[in-house]
């Protein structure tokens, strides 16, 4: 019987390279690693990125995508996928197919379609196919910006309960909508979860810390939900975990300087 104390508990990113190390994988690794798990990779494209923008986006060939997920699916068991950057209908499809084959579970899909920097990261066309992949995942975490383009309607700090919870019926996935663009004068930063199997809504609330430096954010939050559930915590706590860690790392990264931009969080807290 396997050792489940000599077992490490894994987490799998699929998603873009950041030359910058602010987001994308680079971020995913530190974040999966800094909640007790182990990651691995397949990437997407790389990005010709730093903290003030993505100059260049390179796609990986699609023959050596599908012998990165082959790899590292048919010998490592994940307790959960983590997805970012997809910018292509060819990869979408890719990877649904692939995740389907090898009965991946628990997949936390980040629907990065914008940059920080305002740069788009996804071809038009791929957001249709992006679309129809969300109902095969287990959560997906889009911000403000992200969820409007996923239900073309405005979304703002009176009507984010109710949209989080028409993307998860639309979708018929659970959501968690952030809320970190959200315009207001609040001191509390406000999250919602909309469970898509019960019809509930949950509220997360953490303090806003006032800084520019929260370049990654949405790939470091959706890389430790996906660590803690790999960890075998519900998503409920994996989401409130995932939610609280990265308040943390980010109140512990706000005054520390890296580049001439939107600097990342402090996923160690050092």
């Known amino acids: 019987m396997e050792d489940l104390n000599r077992t490490y508990n894994s987490v799998l990113s699929i998603a873009g390279s950041d030359s910058g190390g602010c987001a994308g994988i680079q971020a995913d690794i530190k974040s999966i690693s800094a909640c ?12 010709a990125q730093n903290t003030q923008g993505v100059t260049d986006i390179h796609a990986i060939p699609i023959a050596h995508l599908e012998k990165q997920l082959d790899a590292v ?3 490592i068991y994940f307790g959960a996928i983590k997805i970012g950057m997809l910018h292509s209908c060819e990869v979408i499809n890719m990877v649904a197919a692939k995740l389907t084959e090898y009965k991946a579970t628990n997949i936390v899909l980040d629907p990065v379609m914008i940059s920080t920097s305002g740069h788009k990261l996804i071809a038009d066309d791929a957001i249709e196919c992006l679309k129809d992949f969300l109902p095969k995942v287990s959560l997906i975490t889009p911000n403000i910006p992200e969820a409007e383009l996923l239900i073309n309607e405005k979304i703002n700090v009176d009507n984010m309960k109710a949209m989080a919870q028409k993307i998860g019926e639309q979708f018929q996935v659970s959501v968690l909508l952030k809320g970190g663009h959200v315009d207001n004068d609040s001191f509390i930063m406000t ?10 809504v949950k509220i997360i609330t953490n303090p806003r810390v006032n800084t520019t430096n ?6 470091s939050l959706s890389s430790s939900i996906a660590a803690y559930l790999s960890l075998g915590f519900s998503m409920d706590e994996a989401i409130t975990k995932g939610c609280n860690y990265v308040n943390q790392a980010i109140a512990a990264g706000k005054d520390k300087i890296l580049g001439h931009g939107n600097g990342p969080i402090n996923h160690f807290g050092l």
């Open 36 to 47: 007790g798990a182990f990651a691995a990779t397949v990437i997407t494209a790389t990005t």
């Open 73 to 75: 699916l048919s010998d």
């Open 191 to 200: 999250d919602v979860f909309y469970v898509h199997k019960t019809k509930t």
């Open 214 to 219: 929260i370049h990654g954010t949405g790939c």
